[in-house]
């Protein structure tokens, strides 16, 4: 593939930018990647793994003369960045982020940014439960969505450059609004996290009582929250603060839902309880067809624990 920017800024070297410093760097898509994070560890790990061509002490040092400047911070880190490097900017560039929330990162970015600028918000819809510069891949975007939630006016060109970059790293675009964006990602990452941190939770109490039954009976079905559960605490401390609204709106129709089946059992309902698992079964066979997981059994994990 040809190159799509010249010069990209990564601002913050962890899953997501070494991530997309490895994928742009096996399709040739920048002329030069410059990088820059707040430690000193992480800005030498990301020179020698070799993700970044440069790595500058100063956010405001890593953006100058790029094209394409790229925040990849906590999202409560997204305005103090975008603070530092605005008067740095090159007249005519586009910055994006990847914040896994959309309304609070355009009001706390957007206002810093000088006209000339471009900014264009988005988000890949793409994870593992591993962070800082030696966690990311270069196929962790194939296939994956990266949603961008650019302002009306922005410019068309600038838009569909940057759509070109995630295509070209293997994800599937799409547009849409910045609040109907948390919304969506409330129902579909932010409640689910939340409810596999609560459910882990509660086995740890339980752990006090059972002890070690709780680690050692894990593979049927516990297993999958604990993975969910050890996703990173700053990163998901963040998300909650910021979309406050969409996750409390879906956390209060869940907790309706699961008196509905706390009821079902305690009538010994049976028929409730069928047809509500009948209807999420054919949710997850939407999800496969949509290419989005494996139906492999166990998740298509190769191990399988005895
Ligand atoms: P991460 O692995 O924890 O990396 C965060 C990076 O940001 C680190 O390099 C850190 O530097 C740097 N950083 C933090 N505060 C900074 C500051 N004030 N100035 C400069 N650098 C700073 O995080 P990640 O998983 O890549 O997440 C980054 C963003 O992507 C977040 O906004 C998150 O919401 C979003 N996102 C995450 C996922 C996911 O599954 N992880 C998926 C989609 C989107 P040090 O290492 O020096 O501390």
Redesign the pocket.
Same mark, same amino acid.
């Given at each position: 593939m040809s190159v799509i920017y010249d010069r990209v800024a990564l601002?913050?070297?962890?899953?997501? @930018?070494s991530s997309m410093g490895h994928a742009m760097k096996r399709h040739g898509l920048a002329g030069h990647v410059a990088g820059? @994070?707040?430690?000193e560890?992480?800005r030498s790990a990301a020179l020698e793994i070799g993700f970044c061509q440069s790595v500058h002490a100063t956010?405001a040092e890593a953006v100058r003369d790029a094209d394409l400047v790229v925040l990849?911070?906590?999202?409560g @880190?997204?305005g103090?960045?975008a603070a530092a490097i605005a008067p740095y900017l090159k007249p005519g560039a586009t910055v994006t982020?990847?914040?896994?929330?959309k309304q609070a990162v355009v009001a706390e970015v957007a206002p810093h940014l000088p006209a000339g600028v471009q900014f264009i918000p988005g988000?890949?819809? @793409?994870?593992?439960e591993h =962070?800082?510069?030696h =966690?990311g891949f270069a196929s962790l975007f194939e296939n994956r969505w990266c949603i961008l939630t650019p302002p009306a006016a922005a410019d068309p060109h600038a838009v569909a450059r940057l759509r070109a970059l995630w295509e070209a790293m293997g994800a599937n675009v799409d547009e849409m609004d910045a609040a109907h964006h948390d919304l969506v990602l409330a129902v579909v990452s932010h409640t689910p996290h939340l409810i596999a941190y609560t459910m882990v939770g509660v086995a740890d109490h339980l752990g006090q009582v059972t002890e070690s039954e709780v680690i050692k009976y894990s593979a049927s079905g516990f297993r999958d929250f604990t993975r969910i559960a050890a996703?990173?605490p700053?990163?998901w401390r963040?998300?909650f603060l910021t979309n406050k609204e969409a996750t409390l709106d879906i956390l209060g129709r869940f907790t309706e839902e699961l008196f509905v089946l706390q009821r079902a059992i305690r009538m010994g309902d049976g028929q409730a309880l069928f047809d509500y698992f009948t209807r999420t079964r054919a949710i997850r066979r939407g999800v496969i067809e949509a290419g989005q997981d494996t139906a492999a059994p166990d998740f298509g994990r190769t191990k399988v624990d005895p």
């Open positions: 601002i913050g070297l962890g899953l997501i @930018a820059h @994070a707040k430690s560890a992480t956010a990849a911070v906590p999202v @880190a997204m103090e960045v982020d990847v914040g896994s929330v988000h890949p819809l @793409a994870g593992t =962070s800082g510069p =966690s996703s990173d700053t990163m963040d998300v």
